[in-house]
């Protein structure tokens, strides 16, 4: 039986720079933005709290490290070993913990997450690995991820939802996702400018489509159904609709805020209407330049939220929450 609500959805790819390594270094023109971080995610923290919602953070299983050695510990014998060298994440110079290299690891973070009610931990693999791009294989992938469970279980984390480095879902290693317990994963919206390729194949005629489509409403509303979820077996796909790209306080960004916002709402409105869900996602780093811009348009969606809600009785579920409901795990 379907859930008789509708839900947002919010994840979250929690990476800091291992997501970003390939294009930026930490100190470059970027360091604002991964810094950002620190303060960033205890107001998403607060915020989601006061709105009583639901969050998935996918996790890099690097960042759950205390040390270099705790990363040396829980690396995979077998790495993947991408054709683009530049792609291999264990050449990145790394400082001997959290006090002196807040790029590259993040446990206070991840306690904060923790200690925050209705906050889903996931994985974002453990090492941001890629699941398309040549060099790399099944057996790696299942190493990789198998590390990321166990450093995650060493804090008493029990993970069920996956989120794909660059959306690289291979679905020849959904096998793995089940084997190792995994319950679900972000898929992307099924029109071709969101579809899985390798970073190079990231043109920029996808890049604009996406673009577009984030601020107009060229590809519908990208709401789910409860049975587009779960088809069968034994994987969900909690399907991504909006990416919420970051905002500044700059006069000439308010247009595009509120761009967003109204190609946005009326899709959470939709979906509490209906009986449908939308899924939105970003980067914390994508706040980190400008913390309260973002938090303030962040705060506009959770109105939005609250009001359908009170309304129309949606709820707030994480990813692993929403797979349960799919499958009739809840009622």
């Known amino acids: 039986m379907k859930p008789p609500f509708g839900a947002l959805v919010i994840s979250l ?25 620190w303060t960033a995610i205890p107001r998403m923290l607060e915020l989601f709290q006061a709105y009583d919602v639901a969050a998935t953070w996918a996790t890099v299983g690097f960042l759950f ?27 990145e110079p790394l400082g001997s913990g959290e006090s002196d290299d807040p790029f590259h690891f993040a446990p206070t973070l991840i306690d904060r997450i923790q200690a925050t009610p209705r906050q889903e931990l996931a994985t974002h693999t453990f090492s941001h690995y890629y699941c398309v791009e040549p060099g790399q294989d099944r057996d790696a992938f299942r190493a990789d991820l198998q590390s990321a469970l166990a450093i995650a279980r060493q804090r008493g984390v029990e993970i069920r939802s996956i989120v794909f480095p660059g959306n690289q ?18 898929g992307t919206q099924p029109f071709w400018m969101y579809s899985t390729s390798r970073l190079s194949g990231q043109t920029y005629g996808k890049r604009a489509s996406r673009l577009i489509d984030g601020f107009f409403r060229v590809r519908g509303d990208h709401t789910l159904t409860w049975d587009d979820v779960w088809k069968g077996g034994p994987l969900c796909n909690v399907q991504a609709s909006f990416f919420l790209r970051p905002t500044r306080p700059a006069l000439w960004r308010q247009p595009l805020r509120w761009l967003q916002f109204h190609r946005i709402a009326p899709s959470i409105r939709r979906a509490a209407r209906e009986h449908r869900i939308v899924h939105i996602w970003w980067h914390p780093h994508n706040f980190g330049g400008y913390v309260d811009a973002n938090i303030s348009q962040l705060r506009d969606l959770l109105e939005v939220y609250r009001e359908c809600r009170d309304r129309y009785g949606m709820q707030s579920l994480s990813m692993a929450e929403t797979a349960a409901y799919a499958r009739g795990e809840v009622t």
């Open 65 to 91: 490290a205390r040390s270099r050695d705790d990363i040396a510990r829980f690396a995979p014998a077998g790495k993947p070993r991408y054709l683009d060298t530049t792609l291999d994440p264990y050449q």
């Open 13 to 37: 790819d929690f990476e800091i720079h291992w997501g970003v390594r390939e294009a930026v270094r930490p100190t470059g023109h970027y360091e604002q933005n991964l810094r950002g971080v």
């Open 169 to 186: 879902h291979n679905p020849a290693y959904d096998e793995v996702l089940a084997e190792v317990g995994l319950t679900c994963y972000r």
